[in-house]
């Protein structure tokens, strides 16, 4: 009995010890006013160069600052529809990774060409010190409501330039957008500038990604997705497979609730559905535990100076000031914690190259999060890559049904595709492959497997020691019936 009792009061010690850990009041962190801007919406830097800041206004304008000089980097306000009410704007930017070489970069924003708060993501081109639009990649409606944008746009460790949509806006997404795998609306997109019009529905309901990002240590991505009238949530799509072909479940779930969307709604969706890790209420549940209105996704934190918020997520809350965090790694996202730090009118964070992280108030300043080791950057050595890089293989069928012992014609695809030409692909029925191509010289190859019944393929490409292994998603070939007269 006493060895019994010891071993449970062991067991009550090393609880109490980890939910120290977990939970315990966070290192002293400080804020440092960057400046302050007119109705800023997102911060970024250069890729390579971590003191080279972008901040974002959401009339329409990007405000270049290095050593505290401050230029207008870009104006697009003229293309930018702003209505009173309205949550569109200039939302965020994205630098190509080779900025410094090509000056392309990336803007995600609402319009006023065709109709107001249309949704743009363009391509801005910098010469001479100042960026203006060179092309237009993607359009997509959104004539009803003025809300519900989503607006975040990052490159991903595999090289796609991914958006985050909102569902279009209103209650309970009327329309069924986000369960719509042909409506662009309440999506994770994924975009190849290179080889437009490559747009590609990576993951679908969600309610409004106002801001996602990917950890820059392990390639992992985050959302913070927007609720409605109950839970706010976290999803995570680890790395290399980043959450490709994921359901998050709205408007079918709010957080993990599974009946807070009326059946009114018309929510069509069956699953089975990507559970968020973390997910919090409105109403205040007292005992300093996270509630709010609208989160504001965050970054895990890898930068230098950080302390024990490093590996941890930090985030926010449009309703709430404060900042906290929490660690993705553990089930259901454990150690939920204020950090101690407020910021008023908190829209947005950023990151910069080295890995510090930012806080923007809509009310005008924008804030780099100090740690306790200071915010002295080691070099100016760039975003920290995965150990290796991430391959998105995409596989498609030129007819989903066939006769029964006829051939289909399926091709798969591989990006990036610079210096990939003569590297094999494998097409597999379940577990078993049966063949392999090498990729052309616009890294296409091309399968024509017998068909006898109805069966799913997917296309693989294997490590090659620079990139790591990916799987497609599943194309489906059934097989064609006759119709009786």
């Known amino acids: 009995m006493n060895t019994l009792v010891k071993a449970a009061g062991k067991i009550v010690v090393v609880a109490m010890l980890l939910a120290g850990l977990w939970c315990a009041s966070a290192q002293a962190l400080s804020l440092q006013q960057v400046g302050s801007f007119e109705e800023p919406t997102y911060v970024t830097s250069a890729p390579n160069d971590p003191d080279r800041l972008f901040v974002v206004e959401r009339k329409g304008r990007v405000i270049e600052v290095e050593n505290g ?36 970069l990336y803007a995600y924003y609402t319009g006023k ?51 985050g949509t909102g569902d279009g806006g209103g209650e309970n997404d009327v329309e069924e957008n986000a369960q719509d795998p042909s409506s662009l609306l309440g999506k994770l997109l994924r975009i190849d500038p290179a080889a437009l019009p490559t747009t590609q529905v990576w993951s679908l309901g969600l309610r409004n990604p106002f801001r996602f990002s990917f950890d820059r240590q ?31 479940g709205w408007n079918c779930r709010e957080g993990f609730l599974v009946e807070s969307v009326p059946p009114e709604s018309g929510c069509t969706g069956a699953g089975p559905f990507t559970e968020p890790i973390f997910d919090y209420p409105h109403d ?5 535990q996270a509630h709010g209105c609208a989160i504001i996704g965050g970054y895990v934190v890898r930068g230098p100076g950080y302390g024990d918020l490093s590996g941890r997520y930090l985030y926010g809350d449009l309703c709430v000031d404060e900042l906290r965090s929490l660690v993705p790694a ?36 924008v804030y780099r999060i100090v740690g306790p080791g200071g915010a002295d950057c080691p070099e100016k050595a760039g975003p920290l890559p995965p150990a290796l890089k991430y391959s998105f293989v995409g596989v498609r069928a030129l007819r989903s049904k066939v006769k029964r012992n006829r051939r289909a014609f399926i091709t798969a695809f591989v990006s990036p595709c610079a210096g990939r030409r003569g590297q094999p692909v494998s097409l597999w029925q379940g577990r078993r492959q049966i063949g392999s191509r090498r990729l052309d010289r616009v890294c296409t190859v091309r399968f024509r497997p017998r068909i006898r019944h109805r069966v799913a393929f997917r296309a693989k490409v294997l490590s090659d020691g620079t990139y790591a292994e990916a799987t497609s998603r599943r194309v489906k070939i059934r097989i064609l019936r006759r119709h009786r007269r």
């Open 330 to 365: 553990l089930p259901l996202a454990g150690g939920d914690r204020s950090e101690g730090v407020s910021v008023a009118g908190l829209n947005s964070f950023g990151e910069d190259s080295c890995g510090r992280v930012y806080a923007v108030s809509g009310e005008g300043p």
């Open 113 to 163: 060409e065709q109709s107001p708060g249309e949704i743009h993501i363009a391509e801005l081109l910098a010469i001479g010190g100042t960026a203006s639009i060179s092309r237009n990649l993607l359009t997509i409606s959104h004539p009803t409501y003025k809300n519900h944008y989503g607006g975040q746009l990052q490159f991903g460790p595999e090289g796609g330039l991914f958006a």
């Open 284 to 288: 205040d549940p007292g005992g300093d």
């Open 69 to 104: 000089n401050r230029t207008v980097f870009a104006d697009i306000s003229s293309l930018v529809s702003k209505e009173a009410g309205s949550e569109g704007g200039l939302l965020s930017i994205a630098l190509s990774p080779d900025f410094q070489t090509s000056g392309r």
């Open 218 to 248: 392990t390639g992992d991505l985050l959302i913070g997705d927007v609720g409605q009238k109950k839970r706010e949530e976290v999803d995570l799509a680890p790395a290399p497979g980043l959450g490709n072909g994921a359901n998050y």
